[in-house]
């Protein structure tokens, strides 16, 4: 399932900005969906995960009380609300989607577009 994420952008550190992830063809309520991100020189980690049906979220320990991620089914349509910016929160931003609750980053053979946030301090 190839996603777009998008929303990113420049801010200053303590700000906000909401990221969206959609599908263009697959119906995402069929998946549970995933946010990863990838800063210059480092390897792609996980960010937080949302179940198909929005019961269950899992969040990064980096970012545990600062990012939320949500879903609009109907909208076909996953958020990640990042509050509290901190210059290493850097990075590209991905969404993936996957049938199994697995988030390795080994799950995805490929990955769709993503979008930078750059944090300024």
Not at 110 to 121: A, I, L, Y
Request: proline share 2%.
């Amino acid at each position: 399932v190839q996603l777009q994420a998008y929303g990113g952008g420049l801010v200053q550190a303590g700000g906000s900005l909401r990221l969206s992830c959609a599908a263009s063809v697959q119906t995402l309520s069929n998946y549970h969906v995933g946010w990863f991100r990838q800063a210059p020189g480092k390897e792609r980690e996980f960010v937080a995960a949302i179940m198909r049906t929005a019961g269950l979220t899992s969040h990064a320990d980096s970012v545990k009380g600062r990012f939320t991620i949500s879903r609009d089914n109907a909208k076909n349509t996953v958020y990640l609300q990042m509050n509290s910016l901190k210059p290493e929160d850097t990075a590209i931003y991905y969404c993936a989607a996957n049938v199994r609750w697995n988030w390795a980053t080994t799950e995805f053979g490929s990955w769709g577009q993503g979008t930078q946030v750059t944090v300024s301090s």
